[in-house]
């Protein structure tokens, strides 16, 4: 891994700069101030905050008191107070080059960054070295044990806590402890008997029931009393409790609580009618809501406040999802816009197919951009899918510009990642039963085109076997072609056959099936039944079976 200096909460010192107490590993560096001040989407960490409440849940408290931000650019991990509100922020982005362990990393970093919290260090003044260092053990001592409440393995605590706390600049000098002192510190509190723990959490509890919840319930009671001088704490405050139930639906799917949460979001935009990512979030919630129309709304009006590229293929992505009509003047941007900005793969597989159409070469450059550049996402556990997906996505485009051999390559790269060949047979989900069926059927399609026929007959077969809820009309089809190919006409008629009795909607492809089982009647000597055939595709407007006819 790459040596980089060290990171943590290494040092609790005083910051003019604010004017308050900041436990933090450095001095505070004047990009905070503007991760301080103002709100944005790359502010929002889905990670952070779930670890933080994660963390929260572990030591029984469900209304935290502070707001959690991503502020890159800080090279820092602190707690401070800012204008009587209680941060925690993180640079994710430095702190993510020397995790090896996500889940255990985030939970030791934000976990020592609570505690300066509840122990009340940011409230000091300001401290002298010796009583810094016993802070900082102080925290270290707590967050080994939240390590020990999610069950981590001693082991790998230590190692990740020492991957993260090395410093190589240590001095006696230094006003934070050194390595051995802390990793010592993380252990006991790992290692903590039933009593001691016991104990710990007691005085938790007792920093929440006394001081922790008499701040937040202070707070909200100021929100609904002031509404001018106090009006930025109160947007706040009421932005960090949207934000909880935001993430709740968001991350854990927790849908009962929408439209108290659009409430909420609603309430904030009456107050404020400038804040472009409270309508961009309102835009989200009417879209999981299904509301497309509601959803279209506020995304243009986020994307009009804010001229935010993610904001308008958000709202392309509604009119698309929804089948609103599409008003070409306001997507138009979309052509020339810097697609390296996007901030989701969802964002790119919408831009893709709005340029799909128009300017195909450009579609495939932002997928592959995409593909290429995905460690920029900062995604969750879940949406894992969305590689494989965009991957297939990819292929498809590249079949539209009839470079076959290339969509053939990334069809096959979607399937390996989503390991189909292993996974057939196994209990699959209504999700993977869609996604395997779309990248295995558009194989089947390109194998067929490349006249692959014996790879495009095994592809049939496994999604006929395996994929049994699907209609497989086209399947059929493609089975039809493939022996035909191979000049097998006597099975190609069978698959034809089968496809048009199974076809349930005329789509472009239903009259080319009479066309085919045509030219297979006309081969087998079945001419009557061919002259049927053709005449069929051919008053459908396929001139190639009116030619066969005449």
């Not at 200096?5 to 005083?14: A, E, Q, R």
């Not at 392309?316 to 996007?342: H, M, N, R």
């Not at 399937?415 to 060949?421: M, T, V």
């Not at 069926?437 to 006249?451: C, D, G, Y």
Request: proline share 1%; with cysteine.
């Amino acid at each position: 891994m790459k040596k980089i200096i060290p990171i943590i909460i290494t040092l609790c010192s005083y910051a003019p700069l604010l004017s308050q107490q900041t436990c933090a590993y450095s001095s505070v560096d004047y990009n905070l101030n503007i991760c301080l001040n103002y709100h944005n989407t790359s502010h929002v960490s889905v990670s952070m905050n779930r670890a933080v409440d994660e963390i929260l849940e572990k030591i029984g408290v469900f209304n935290k008191n502070f707001i959690v931000k991503n502020c890159n650019g800080i090279f820092n991990a602190l707690a401070t107070n800012y204008n009587n509100n209680r941060y925690i922020l993180m640079d994710e982005t430095f702190f993510y080059q020397s995790i090896s362990n996500n889940s255990i990393g985030y939970h030791l970093i934000l976990s020592h960054e609570i505690a300066h919290h509840l122990n009340g260090h940011t409230l000091k003044s300001s401290t002298s070295r010796l009583e810094s260092q016993r802070m900082e053990l102080e925290c270290d001592y707590f967050a080994g044990f939240v390590l020990s409440k999610f069950g981590y393995n001693i082991e790998d605590c230590i190692k990740e806590a020492k991957n993260i706390l090395k410093d190589d600049n240590w001095t006696p000098n230094s006003t934070h402890p050194n390595l051995e002192s802390r990793i010592t510190a993380i252990k006991k509190g790992y290692l903590a008997d039933f009593s001691q723990k016991q104990k710990l959490a007691h005085k938790i509890s007792n920093i929440i029931e006394n001081e922790y919840q008499k701040a937040f319930n202070e707070a909200i009671t100021n929100y609904q009393n002031k509404l001018s001088n106090t009006q930025d704490k109160r947007l706040a405050f009421l932005i960090d409790d949207a934000e909880r139930g935001y993430r709740d639906i968001i991350i854990n799917n927790k849908f009962e609580k929408i439209d108290e949460i659009i409430s909420k979001y609603q309430k904030i935009d009456i107050i404020t009618k400038e804040m472009a990512t409270i309508k961009y979030q309102l835009g989200s919630l009417y879209y999981r809501k299904r509301e497309f129309n509601e959803a279209y709304n506020y995304f243009i009006s986020a994307y009009n406040l804010k001229n935010d590229i993610n904001f308008l293929i958000s709202a392309f992505g509604v009119s698309y999802e929804g089948g609103l009509t599409i008003d070409e003047k306001i997507f138009q941007p979309l052509q020339y816009c810097d697609f390296t900005a996007l901030n989701h793969p969802n964002l790119y597989k919408y831009l893709a197919i709005y340029l799909a159409d128009k300017k195909i070469e450009r579609a495939i450059t932002v997928l592959k951009y995409a593909i290429e550049n995905w460690s920029k996402f900062n995604l969750l556990d879940h949406e894992f899918f969305l590689l494989p997906n965009l991957t297939s996505d990819l292929s498809l485009l590249y079949l539209k510009n009839n470079q076959l051999e290339l969509a053939y390559q990334y069809n096959l790269k979607a399937g390996k990642l989503f390991d189909i060949e292993n996974r057939l047979n196994s209990n699959l989900t209504e999700f993977d039963k869609n996604d395997f069926s779309v990248i295995m059927s558009n194989r089947a399609l390109i194998e067929m085109f490349l006249e692959k026929y014996n790879d495009c007959i095994t592809t049939c077969d496994k999604i006929i076997t395996y994929l049994t809820d699907s209609n497989h009309s086209d399947v059929y089809y493609l089975l039809g072609r493939s022996y035909y190919g191979l000049g097998d006409y006597e099975m190609a008629v069978v698959y034809f056959n089968q496809s048009i009795k199974t076809s349930k909607i005329k789509t472009d492809t239903y009259y080319m099936k009479y066309y085919y089982r045509g030219l297979t009647n006309k081969e087998l000597g079945n001419i009557d039944k061919s002259k049927i055939d053709f005449t069929v595709a051919c008053d459908n407007n396929l001139p190639f079976a009116c030619k066969e006819l005449n």
